[in-house]
């Protein structure tokens, strides 16, 4: 081929490209239509609630698309904007809902094209679907204070299909930001775009009548949901039967576009966790879907009341020590300081624990269970321990929580003359409560090979300025010896936003184990690892907190303080705890 017909070539595939991109009329849009409120990804692993930036004058939403030539050569452009609104109070993001790009590739076009803005990955398209967003290159203004959208177009008139040019006559998105932040009437509120087609795959609403509740929608909230929405769950209602189901449909649908619901925070792009309560994109479509077509019920069968919620019995048979804790009494309302309980073990030799399994009492309140030794004088820690609820924790609950049995071969050290400490949370739910939870630990008396570690990796240096929304601090731990890590667990107070784990081995190599950007004191999961991590000695583990002490931190008690570390949930604490074994480590293990 020569290079006559290289360039045919070329302009001929360009005409294509740029053809398609024209095909499909322009969606009609009522403005006056408020924008529901979503929780999204970015290219980076950073969770963003779009009703967080209440605080903002205005939102713009750039619509993004890789490889889309009008929107590499528009960047430019809403970098200007950008900075000519820099101190005016407008937040700016990007959104991508094309099928064919996912976050690595994002994170890639983004690198490339130095696109600095965050892009949110909208996998399931639901937010497309609610924008009716059907081309890239377009931007949406939103007021924080109506959630409507003000403006919706290009950037400006510089781009076409086929041609750009240097500058450009009109400057549709300035414009209606300064009338917006003005209070003036916007000029033009809507104009038409250029950009490139988004394929959508659930383009036709009417088909969402064909979602079966029975087959389709049940099984889906038996498998995720019944964990806590059940008679005694800790979830306000129980879906017990359609008809409930269908009486709070709505409210479902609004947390499961917010990812406030299923309570799973860890980020789906960094390994496979045990017990994953969170939600594939065909899950989340098919039940936005189901309710968006009026949450229907089809056939005879209720699987929902047919579901037998089984009472908390012993996974693995009787405990070989029982626990029963002491009542705690809980008000009907207001914020509950840790309780604390203190327990003899009444055995005459030295046991290495195998495994435990907690029975709350109540779990219409009980928030989380931890559980430390308390060794004799005189005894020799597997580890140099800090603090009881920093490292040597025995044993640990939370909503979800699993019978946790140690790995083979391993065990926890509690010698004769040992006592267990308890700590108990409680949430208040507008009624009177009382709870008496049970403690069971399985042993043995022969010395295992090693040690089964929890260990907690924290930073006391904390001191969070009022109104802060992002306060970034971190902590690490070192491996001194080979070793296998099994579970990692992210611990913060009210003000915690995210936390992620990240493994330096001796080799210089990183690795993101653990991503949680959308933390939730409400529910503190430790994240256990399908396939155990191996780490050979001096690996070392970062990680990086990130605290909000603003008002739109919904769960803040007080914005106006600094905050210091504390054992109090209106203090703040920076902890990574984590479950490993240390191997060919055995002086550890003696109890003499």
Known sequence: MNIATKGLSSILILFLFFSSCKETPEPVFDLDAGVPNFGLYDQNGEFHNLYYNSDAKAVVLYIQGNKCPIVRQAVPDLKVVRKE??????????????VQDDRASIAAEAEEFDIDFPILKDEAQLVAESLQLHRTAEAIVIDPFTWSIVYRGPINDRMGYESQRDNADNHYLSDALNSLLADEEIAEPTVRSVGCLIKRLHDDPAAYANISYEHD??????????TCHVEGGIAPWQMKDHATVFGWSMMMREVLRTRRMPPYHADPEYGELKHDLSLSTEELQTLVHWIDAGAKKDGDRDPLAEYKAVAPIWDKGLPDLVFELDQEDIPATGIVDYRYQEHDIEITKDIWATGFQILPGNREVLHHVLVSVIYPDGFMEPIDRRSPWLDGLLAAWAPGGETEVFPDHTGRAIPKGSKLHFQMHYTTNGKAQSDKSTVGIYYTDQQPENEYLMVGAFNTDLQIPPGEKRYENKAKHLFEHDATLYALFPHMHFRGKAMKFTLLYPDGKREVVLNVPNYSFNWQRGYLFEEPLKLPARTVL???????????????????????????????MLIGFMSFEYHDNNEALSMN
Do not use: H
């Open 85 to 98: 609104f820099r101190d005016k109070g407008v937040k700016f993001l990007m959104l991508n809902a094309n």
């Open 217 to 226: 929608v049940a099984p889906i909230l038996l498998d995720k949901c019944m």
């Open 542 to 572: 970062y990680i990086d907190a990130i605290f909000d002490n603003s008002k739109q931190n919904t769960f803040n008690p007080a914005p106006e303080k600094t905050v210091y570390w504390g054992d109090f949930s209106f203090d703040e």
